[in-house]
């Protein structure tokens, strides 16, 4: 889960969010959190881990089957969801189910996340939650809203600031400013091109909303509130990057707003003023597939591998021919997926240590590493 065209954004998440797994018949027992012992045991041996972290089953806490079909790590949750639409918020370091929430329809977009909010959309639907419980923050106590439909096809993830929401739409091309409290449309951005993608950094009143369209302006906006005004805010600040067209959704690691380009170049740019810290060219096409930062180390996929950067300098590392995404760092090893396996490689210098088949099971991208998070569907565990 390339963000250039707007058909294809609405595909985006759906492509990269489990690369590994396919979808099982929901009639079929999955099985227990015991029986997955011998499974957890092999990997922990063949892939190098320091062992076990946690171990959940989805299904205890609703007594009834539950299949995940969708795995997202964002910050420290890791958000599932599964065939029912339902959407579960499990702790990334310690694996409790935090909360759940139910959606009308299957998400189309990757999800939105903030310090404070989670935001999905569904083709033309949004819903806004907070981070900490899964309250919803849309409507209110007398009049509350489960979702809020949108008169636009939306372009990109959703993000969710205060009482307002801000997403890209088509027909005109803009950023618009959503009031979650009304569902009322506010003011918009306007632009000449889709909004590709948009992140958020910071939160709160001092927040910026960080938005890349499809000709390459990259621009910042502060959380101005939906109905505070029909006019759009100054930008905070604003870049045009000649001749690029971004092909990839954007990754904020801490300062660093990362994102490839249709041309072969993989931007850092600083997060608080818009300043390009370095442009490494990799003589490649980039698309789809985000940048994956952790440690010292940018991640980023091209048509023949997946090569590694310094996150500081942007000077290349080394390259991993036909591996298709990083899955996880942790400590001084990279885990990649490589022709239907997971490979073990060192940070350092891309040299493979070891290989180990995913036995079937959906390995979410993990940000920032630290761990491997892995599910059957019903049971989720997570390796060191």
């Not at 959190?33 to 190098?48: F, N, Q």
């Not at 419980?133 to 096809?153: C, D, E, N, S, V």
């Not at 971004?246 to 997060?271: I, K, Q, R, S, W």
Request: proline letters at 5%; a negative charge; charged letters at 20%.
């Amino acid at each position: 889960m390339s963000l250039v065209r707007p058909a294809a954004l609405l595909l985006l998440a759906l492509a990269a969010a489990c690369a590994f797994g396919p979808d099982r018949d929901m009639r079929v027992a999955a099985p227990s959190r015991e029986a997955m012992t011998a499974t957890i045991d092999r990997l922990v041996a063949a892939g190098r881990f320091g062992g076990e972290v946690w171990r959940l089953n989805l299904a205890e806490r609703f007594g009834e089957p539950v299949h995940g079909v969708r795995f997202t790590v964002d910050g420290d949750l890791l958000v599932v969801e599964d065939g029912n639409h339902r959407i579960h918020a499990l702790t990334r370091g310690a694996g409790e189910h935090r909360w759940f929430v139910d959606l009308d329809a299957a998400t189309t977009q990757t999800v939105g996340g903030t310090d404070s909010t989670l935001s999905f959309v569904c083709t033309d639907d949004v819903c806004a939650v907070t981070r900490s419980h899964g309250a919803r923050t849309m409507g209110t106590q007398q009049a509350p809203r489960t979702t809020i439909h949108l008169p636009f096809f939306p372009t990109g993830r959703a993000v969710s600031v205060g009482d307002s929401l801000y997403v890209g739409r088509l027909a005109p091309f803009s950023l618009q400013a959503i009031d979650q409290t009304t569902g009322h449309v506010g003011w918009a951005y306007a632009t000449a091109s889709p909004v590709c993608d948009s992140v958020v950094y910071g939160d709160g009143a001092i927040a910026q909303v960080l938005s890349l369209t499809e000709d390459g302006l990259l621009f910042s906006l502060p959380p101005r509130a939906a109905r505070a005004s029909a006019w759009s805010p100054k930008e905070n600040w604003h870049r045009r990057l000649p001749g690029t067209r971004p092909t990839t959704p954007m990754t904020l690691h801490g300062e660093n707003l990362l994102f490839g380009t249709e041309n072969g170049f993989l931007y850092n740019v600083d997060a608080r003023n818009g300043t390009v810290r370095w442009k490494a060219g990799t003589g490649r096409e980039l698309h789809g597939m985000e940048p994956f930062a952790a440690g010292d180390g940018v991640y980023q996929r091209s048509d023949d591998g997946v090569a590694a950067y310094d996150l500081a300098s942007g000077n290349a590392l080394w390259q991993c021919k036909g591996a298709t995404r990083v899955i996880t760092r942790i400590a001084d090893r990279v885990y990649v997926e490589l022709d239907g396996e997971v490979a073990v490689l060192a940070a350092a210098t891309g040299a493979k240590l070891a290989a180990f088949s995913p036995e079937g099971l959906s390995l979410p991208s993990v940000p920032g590493g630290g761990a491997l998070l892995a599910s059957d569907g019903t049971n989720v565990f997570a390796l060191e």
